[in-house]
């Protein structure tokens, strides 16, 4: 029993060391263009309608700090000013500590960042499509890598996740109480 333990023990820290999927390097090229890794084990792709301007929901993304003010599921966030492009962020999210650097950044069109959590890699883009009557299509996709992502946080999760986070932004967007 003592050598099976000490087996998977020795595997897992492989998948650690070897970082499996693909490099950081390699999500924020994806990122800088708008794009996920659709091959990731976690995936999801959403969208909301959103009565409020581009504008309106644009300052809501970029203004990270007041994340926590509107998106309960965000405990905390530190950075330096809005998000621009190459910003870099930290933030609380489930108890789990995302490191973040904002990689695509188009003013009130689109805004995208790679992130790192313990050993897991992601990539989260924002389309924001203007529509008319002052509406706004929020479009939110993001992919997931990392060892053991799929029993850890498989895609449901992520889109129960990302679907909460899609309302309490419409919410704010909406100034619904």
Same mark, same amino acid.
Request: with cysteine; glycine share 8%; proline share 6%.
């Given at each position: 029993?003592?050598?099976?333990?000490?087996?998977?023990?020795?595997?897992? *820290?492989?998948?650690? =060391?070897?970082?499996?999927?693909?490099?950081?390097?390699?999500?924020? !090229? &994806? @990122?800088? $263009? #708008?794009?996920?890794?659709?091959?990731?084990?976690?995936?999801?792709?959403?969208?909301?309608?959103?009565?409020?301007?581009?504008?309106?929901?644009?300052?809501?993304?970029?203004?990270?700090?007041?994340?926590?003010?509107?998106?309960?599921?965000?405990?905390?966030?530190?950075?330096?000013?809005?998000?621009?492009?190459?910003?870099?962020?930290?933030?609380?999210? *489930?108890?789990?500590? =995302?490191?973040?650097?904002?990689?695509?950044?188009?003013?009130?069109? !689109? &805004? @995208?960042? $790679? #992130?790192?959590?313990?050993?897991?890699?992601?990539?989260?883009?924002?389309?924001?499509?203007?529509?008319?009557?002052?509406?706004?299509?929020?479009?939110?996709?993001?992919?997931?890598?990392?060892?053991?992502?799929?029993?850890?946080?498989?895609?449901?999760?992520?889109?129960?996740?990302?679907?909460?986070?899609?309302?309490?932004?419409?919410?704010?967007?909406?100034?619904?109480?």
């Amino acid at each position: 029993m003592r050598t099976m333990l000490v087996a998977v023990l020795l595997l897992l *820290g492989a998948f650690t =060391i070897c970082g499996c999927g693909d490099s950081l390097a390699t999500l924020n !090229r &994806l @990122s800088a $263009t #708008g794009s996920i890794h659709e091959d990731a084990p976690v995936t999801t792709h959403l969208q909301i309608q959103i009565a409020a301007p581009p504008a309106k929901v644009w300052a809501l993304l970029i203004g990270a700090s007041s994340w926590p003010t509107w998106a309960k599921q965000v405990e905390s966030v530190t950075v330096e000013g809005p998000l621009q492009n190459g910003t870099r962020f930290s933030w609380k999210t *489930g108890g789990t500590d =995302i490191h973040s650097q904002v990689q695509l950044f188009e003013p009130e069109r !689109r &805004l @995208s960042w $790679t #992130g790192t959590a313990l050993t897991a890699k992601a990539i989260h883009v924002w389309e924001l499509r203007p529509q008319p009557g002052n509406q706004t299509l929020l479009i939110m996709k993001e992919s997931m890598d990392g060892p053991l992502m799929v029993k850890l946080y498989p895609s449901q999760k992520l889109t129960e996740a990302g679907n909460q986070w899609l309302l309490a932004l419409k919410r704010a967007a909406e100034d619904i109480p």
